[in-house]
């Protein structure tokens, strides 16, 4: 029985979301996410002594946070997952309070310095996509953040055997177009066959509210 609204979200809410979270524990990925995510970030203003808060859409067990909460000791961290396996793996992270749901039924009061996505946007069914773009837009503060596959225009391509499971677009583009007051500040490529911290080939994009 299906519990969501789209074929993606139950992909991931099922049994291909709980075999997803084995493949990827080790610590050399999470080596490699942490050096991923000092680049990434290193243009953003969050350690200082006020107090900082970042949301997550898609978080799977957490290691993205797990790598950022390195740089970033004293940040707030919010995760949204879809996955209940994944989400209660996450929930075990000091500091991290977990949404265990949909992108598209979260909801907070709060708003957050920075939101980001990291290989989530490409597995969105792309008639959806503009309401995680809202979702980004709405609860940030300051800095968007999306890490995913590029492709100069929208194309789907087989994941693991699967069709209509993987996209590749210009998501940042997009988001920019979307709304006038983000300004791109960094952007950069994460590679394979990178010689200390192998990564997925993902491009990634941070943007900041200029108003």
Not at 21 to 45: H, P, V
Not at 131 to 144: A, F, G, M
Not at 152 to 163: A, D, L, M
């Amino acid at each position: 029985m299906n519990k969501y609204s789209t074929e993606q979200e139950n992909f991931w809410a099922g049994e291909f979301g709980n075999e997803y979270i084995f493949r990827n524990q080790s610590s050399t990925i999470l080596a490699s996410k942490t050096a991923f995510w000092a680049q990434c970030l290193r243009k953003c203003n969050l350690n200082n002594p006020n107090e900082k808060n970042i949301l997550e859409f898609g978080s799977n067990i957490g290691l993205n946070l797990r790598a950022i909460s390195t740089l970033f000791p004293n940040i707030n961290m919010t995760a949204v997952e879809i996955n209940d396996k994944a989400a209660s793996i996450c929930k075990k992270i000091e500091g991290v309070e977990v949404f265990n749901g949909s992108i598209f039924d979260f909801e907070s009061e709060k708003k957050f310095d920075l939101t980001f996505t990291a290989g989530v946007l490409i597995h969105i069914n792309p008639d959806k996509l503009t309401d995680v773009y809202e979702k980004l837009y709405q609860y940030s503060k300051r800095y968007i953040l999306i890490s995913e596959y590029y492709n100069p225009t929208p194309i789907e391509v087989s994941y693991r055997g699967n069709s209509d499971r993987l996209f590749k677009r210009d998501f940042a583009g997009e988001l920019m177009d979307k709304y006038a007051d983000l300004e791109l500040i960094d952007y950069g490529f994460a590679y394979h066959r990178d010689n200390n911290f192998p990564d997925d080939d993902l491009n990634w994009f941070l943007m900041e509210k200029t108003h």
